[in-house]
T-cell receptor, first 115, second 113 residues
Framework: DPKIIQKPKYLVAVTGSEKILICEQY?????MYWYRQSAKKPLEFMFS???????DNQTASSRFQPQSSKKNHLDLQITALKPDDSATYFC??????????????FGSGTRLTVL | QQQVRQSPQSLTVWEGETAILNCSYE??????FPWYQQFPGEGPALLIS?????DKKEDGRFTIFFNKREKKLSLHITDSQPGDSATYFC????????????FGDGTQLVVKP
């Protein structure tokens, strides 16, 4: 059974619209992340959250907003979508404060296509 | 400035051969270097990792060689199998970096039977 669930697996949107990418992890981890993968930048760090608080944000645009309603959830809201946002978005998690804190566990991704 | 660089971009070897994937980094404070393996349609998964206090880490057919002075490392896959065909990402992180991990651009490995 997948331990990190990302929904939907595929998403098609029109330019200017808004979408929410869902991520739930069942590993009991206290840190969660979003990464973006595209042909231009294979694995690009976007956000990190620890105990539901934003720790690091490397996304220049405010159109990308993570939302953490529960400890094991970290959704990603993207507004005013542009074709350049087309990519696969990966959610990941880790357990801070342990010997394996640096090991990231990735979900299977949401492939977003913006027309 | 790209923090982690990988070469080659793609590599094809025959089954049974040794594949060598190279990686270099910029930041001398990096002290943890994981390699992730990614199959099409899946997320990356940790394959093997090394810390900067070691110069070699072995796990079955996979071995990391690390040269701290030159800020280089390599992943050797011996007796390559078609099932090893995947994209391999070298990554690096430093202590107290909010656990931000920097990834290279990946090496796409194809193992021909």
């Amino acid at each position: 059974d997948p331990k990190i669930i990302q929904k939907p697996k595929y998403l098609v949107a029109v330019t200017g619209s808004e979408k929410i990418l869902i991520c739930e992890q069942y590993l009991g981890h206290n840190a969660m992340y979003w990464y973006r993968q595209s042909a231009k930048k294979p694995l690009e760090f976007m956000f990190s959250y620890s105990y539901q608080k934003l720790m690091d944000n490397q996304t220049a645009s405010s159109r990308f907003q993570p939302q953490s309603s529960k400890k094991n959830h970290l959704d990603l809201q993207i507004t005013a979508l542009k074709p350049d946002d087309s990519a696969t978005y990966f959610c990941a998690s880790s357990q801070e404060g342990t010997a394996s804190a640096e090991t990231l566990y990735f979900g299977s991704g949401t492939r977003l296509t913006v027309l | 400035q790209q923090q982690v660089r990988q070469s080659p971009q793609s590599l094809t070897v025959w089954e049974g051969e040794t594949a060598i994937l190279n990686c270099s980094y910029e930041d001398s404070t990096f002290n943890y270097f994981p390699w992730y393996q990614q199959f099409p349609g899946e997320g990356p998964a940790l394959l093997i990792s090394i810390r900067s206090v070691s110069d070699k880490k072995e796990d079955g057919r996979f071995t990391i060689f690390f040269n701290k002075r030159e800020k280089k490392l390599s992943l050797h896959i011996t007796d390559s199998q078609p099932g090893d065909s995947a994209t391999y990402f070298c990554a690096a992180s430093a202590r107290n970096s909010n656990n931000r991990i920097f990834f290279g651009d990946g090496t796409q490995l194809v193992v021909k039977p």
